[in-house]
């Protein structure tokens, strides 16, 4: 059984799978401290457009495993120093693994794992689909990313 240290969930039961706006001022009785540690909070963490959200959710049921998991994360390599890693998971969630839920009414629930050494480098990045004439894809919009070369899946940090 995994304590509620080595595996942060989370869960937007209405489907929010937006990130909040990065314009929204901080309450003025909020202290310097809590706004901290809501940015260090962010950088643990990602974000999950609601069109990927849709996207992730049709790929499973396409597989025919509507109960399985996405995982993202980075490997070194590449034409630029690390590449993303998008792929299908069916186990459950690894020990330190960040676990996103996000969950409709009437629709299955959608899971994306992401490792503790990959969040450093993908910490509040945002997981898009993009539906273009020339590409349809997943997306990542990393605020890490210092370069990303022309194939968009290698990138390096800053």
């Not at 799978?17 to 540690?37: F, H, I, L």
């Not at 020990?95 to 490792?115: I, M, N, Q």
């Not at 020339?134 to 890490?144: D, I, L, R, T």
Request: with cysteine; glycine share 12%.
């Amino acid at each position: 059984m995994q304590s509620s240290e080595e595996t942060t969930t989370k869960r937007a039961a209405d489907g929010g799978a937006q990130p909040a706006p990065a314009a929204a001022a901080p309450a003025p009785a909020q202290s310097s401290g809590a706004a901290g540690e809501a940015e260090a909070t962010s950088k643990r963490t990602i974000s999950v457009s609601d069109a990927a959200v849709q996207a992730i959710r049709a790929q499973l049921a396409k597989r025919g495993t509507p109960e399985g998991a996405i995982r993202v994360g980075i490997r070194g390599g590449g034409c630029s120093g690390f590449s993303y890693v998008i792929e299908f998971e069916d186990k459950p969630p690894r020990s330190g693994d960040l676990v996103l839920e996000f969950a409709e009414p009437g629709k299955a629930t959608v899971r994306v794992f992401c490792d503790k050494k990959s969040i450093l480098y993908l910490g509040g990045s945002v997981l898009d689909w993009e539906k273009t004439l020339m590409y349809q894809g997943f997306k990542f919009k990393n605020p890490h990313e210092a370069t990303r070369c022309g194939c968009g899946h290698s990138f390096t940090v800053a």
